[in-house]
């Protein structure tokens, strides 16, 4: 084992920090972890984390191959397992032209299958399906001992719960096995609409949006006045082969997904602000239809457009750029009102705005997802952001709610107590699970995830 000390940031670029990074595999990751200093350990996917959830300053950070050498298949079940080092990517290459779709994928395919389920993603199928943990059957993690165990939710619900959403802290998962969607086709069946300000939207999906298994919307969070939070909302299935053009029929499983252009290496500034997002939004909410249904599209086009872009974080330039995502719940609508009137009112630009409707939450303590409204956000790193933030917080907790650890770069550890009430709980769970206090982030100790109760 080779362990190479590298300088390592999350998506979002904005707190990278030095480690040992090292390559590991199921047959080494126990020594690995042994074999860790003061600095602790922490396992590390594909760096999809916005803020500093895969990064362990000064200590180590392991990682797994992404092949698809690790999938194995079984039809009868519908079920699929899969090496934790397998990208989302992967898994959808190897099994969608079998008939085979993800339970759960984000706005990005390039996730590991460890880090959905640390990170407990959900996508826009939430309000019906849950996230990524309640697809999960099992799942084996090294713990802080090197002992190799098989989680499940039903012989071991604390540890097993404890791991989805714990953010690594709880061990290393090697590997899971997860349910998987039956599909007909690798395309959509779509349904878009415009909605004129906020309340038209919350009403459009408060009413519809059980109709649907996916859905979605875009929010203009630069308009003001009776436009504020005009959207576009989209909604879709899986679609059938009937419901395909006859020359679509020939191959209705085919994906190859591709990119159309990456960003360059350097770009010395950031080519997002204001007035280029403001062009952006006029021309994205004009150029949606007004209403329009059934409009077949591809897989990657409907749950992964950002990907056609390599890199694309590096548009922000070298400040980098952080993600605030918080759910209110339900019932909540004033203050998501509000907070959408705090953000128009500062002006900071965001060129990636989505609004969400959460379903039932899951058992994990720190399993983001709550029963409301999640909207999520892309903001150029600067430091004026810092007290408009800040206030958020504080109204995201007045209404019960809280942020997204995977996507935080930058909240308080008494801010995430306050919004994580069962933290105590996971802090005890994590302890019988790694005595030692071995695995540990930047995360961890910047929010306190990895001191004692």
Same mark, same amino acid.
């Given at each position: 084992?080779?362990?190479?000390?590298?300088?390592?940031?999350?998506?979002?670029?904005?707190?990278?920090?030095?480690?040992? $990074?090292e390559?590991?595999?199921?047959?080494?990751?126990?020594e %690995?972890?042994?074999?860790?200093?003061?600095?602790?350990?922490?396992?590390?996917g594909? &760096?999809?984390?916005?803020?500093d959830?895969?990064?362990?300053?000064?200590?180590?950070?392991?990682?797994?191959?992404?092949?698809?050498?690790?999938?194995?298949?079984?039809?009868? %079940?519908?079920?699929?397992?899969?090496?934790?080092?397998?990208?989302l990517?992967?898994? /959808?290459?190897?099994?969608?032209p079998?008939?085979y779709?993800?339970?759960?994928?984000?706005?990005?395919? =390039?996730?590991?299958?460890?880090?959905?389920?640390? +990170? @407990?993603?959900?996508?826009?199928?939430?309000?019906? @399906?849950?996230?990524?943990?309640?697809?999960?059957?099992? $799942?084996?993690?090294?713990?802080?001992?090197?002992?190799?165990?098989?989680?499940?939710?039903?012989?071991?619900?604390?540890?097993?719960?404890?791991t989805?959403? #714990?953010m &690594?802290?709880?061990?290393?998962?090697?590997?899971?096995?997860?349910?998987?969607?039956?599909?007909?086709?690798?395309?959509?069946?779509?349904?878009?609409?415009? +909605?004129?300000?906020?309340d038209?939207?919350?009403?459009?999906?408060?009413?519809?949006? *059980?109709?649907?298994?996916y859905?979605?919307?875009?929010i203009?969070?630069?308009?003001?006045?009776?436009? /504020?939070?005009?959207?576009?909302?989209?909604?879709?299935?899986?679609?059938?082969?009937?419901e395909?053009?006859?020359?679509?029929?020939r191959?209705?499983? @085919?994906?190859d997904?591709?990119?159309?252009?990456a960003?360059?290496?350097?770009? !010395?500034?950031s080519?997002?602000?204001p $007035?280029s997002?403001?062009?952006?939004?006029e021309?994205?909410f004009?150029?949606?239809?007004?209403v329009?249904?059934?409009?077949?599209?591809?897989?990657?086009?409907?749950?992964?457009?950002?990907?056609?872009?390599?890199a694309?974080?590096r $548009?922000?330039?070298?400040?980098?750029?952080?993600?605030?995502?918080?759910v209110?719940?339900f #019932?909540a609508?004033?203050?998501?009102?509000?907070?959408?009137?705090?953000i128009?009112?500062?002006?900071?630009?965001?060129f990636?705005a989505?609004?969400?409707?959460?379903?039932?939450?899951?058992?994990?303590p720190l399993?983001?997802?709550?029963?409301?409204?999640t909207? +999520?956000? *892309?903001?150029?790193?600067?430091?004026?952001?810092? !007290? /408009?933030l800040?206030r958020? *917080?504080?109204?995201?907790?007045s209404?019960?709610?809280?942020?997204?650890?995977?996507?935080?770069?930058?909240?308080?550890?008494?801010?995430?107590a306050? /919004?994580?009430?069962?933290? @105590?709980? =996971?802090?005890a769970?994590?302890?019988?699970?790694?005595?030692?206090?071995?695995?540990?982030s930047?995360?961890?100790?910047?929010?306190?995830l990895t001191? #004692?109760?």
């Amino acid at each position: 084992m080779v362990a190479d000390r590298q300088v390592l940031s999350g998506w979002g670029g904005t707190a990278p920090s030095s480690a040992l $990074l090292e390559a590991v595999d199921p047959t080494t990751v126990a020594e %690995a972890i042994r074999s860790s200093n003061g600095r602790g350990v922490i396992a590390r996917g594909l &760096g999809r984390s916005y803020g500093d959830a895969a990064q362990n300053a000064g200590g180590l950070v392991v990682e797994f191959g992404h092949t698809s050498d690790h999938i194995v298949l079984d039809r009868d %079940a519908s079920t699929a397992t899969v090496s934790a080092g397998v990208s989302l990517d992967v898994l /959808m290459r190897a099994l969608i032209p079998h008939g085979y779709f993800v339970p759960v994928t984000p706005g990005t395919r =390039f996730v590991s299958i460890g880090g959905a389920i640390a +990170a @407990d993603i959900h996508g826009k199928n939430h309000h019906v @399906d849950g996230s990524f943990g309640s697809s999960v059957l099992s $799942l084996d993690l090294v713990d802080g001992t090197g002992e190799t165990r098989t989680l499940d939710p039903v012989t071991t619900p604390r540890e097993f719960w404890a791991t989805v959403g #714990g953010m &690594g802290l709880t061990g290393v998962i090697v590997a899971a096995t997860i349910t998987m969607r039956r599909v007909e086709t690798s395309r959509m069946t779509v349904d878009t609409e415009r +909605a004129a300000n906020l309340d038209e939207l919350l009403t459009i999906m408060a009413d519809t949006d *059980d109709r649907y298994t996916y859905s979605v919307a875009w929010i203009d969070l630069l308009t003001r006045g009776r436009a /504020m939070g005009r959207s576009v909302l989209t909604r879709g299935e899986h679609a059938t082969v009937d419901e395909l053009k006859p020359r679509q029929r020939r191959h209705p499983l @085919d994906f190859d997904p591709g990119q159309l252009l990456a960003a360059p290496d350097l770009i !010395p500034t950031s080519l997002i602000g204001p $007035l280029s997002i403001r062009a952006f939004n006029e021309v994205w909410f004009r150029k949606a239809p007004k209403v329009r249904r059934g409009e077949i599209t591809s897989l990657g086009g409907f749950f992964h457009p950002l990907d056609g872009v390599g890199a694309w974080n590096r $548009l922000y330039g070298p400040r980098g750029f952080l993600q605030y995502q918080f759910v209110v719940p339900f #019932g909540a609508e004033d203050v998501l009102r509000e907070a959408v009137d705090r953000i128009t009112s500062a002006g900071h630009a965001s060129f990636l705005a989505v609004l969400k409707r959460f379903g039932s939450g899951n058992a994990g303590p720190l399993s983001f997802p709550i029963p409301g409204w999640t909207l +999520a956000l *892309d903001l150029p790193a600067d430091q004026s952001l810092a !007290p /408009m933030l800040d206030r958020l *917080d504080d109204l995201v907790v007045s209404a019960g709610g809280r942020v997204y650890l995977a996507k935080d770069s930058r909240a308080s550890a008494s801010t995430i107590a306050a /919004m994580y009430p069962r933290l @105590d709980e =996971f802090k005890a769970v994590r302890d019988e699970m790694d005595p030692g206090r071995r695995f540990t982030s930047d995360l961890a100790r910047r929010l306190n995830l990895t001191e #004692g109760p």
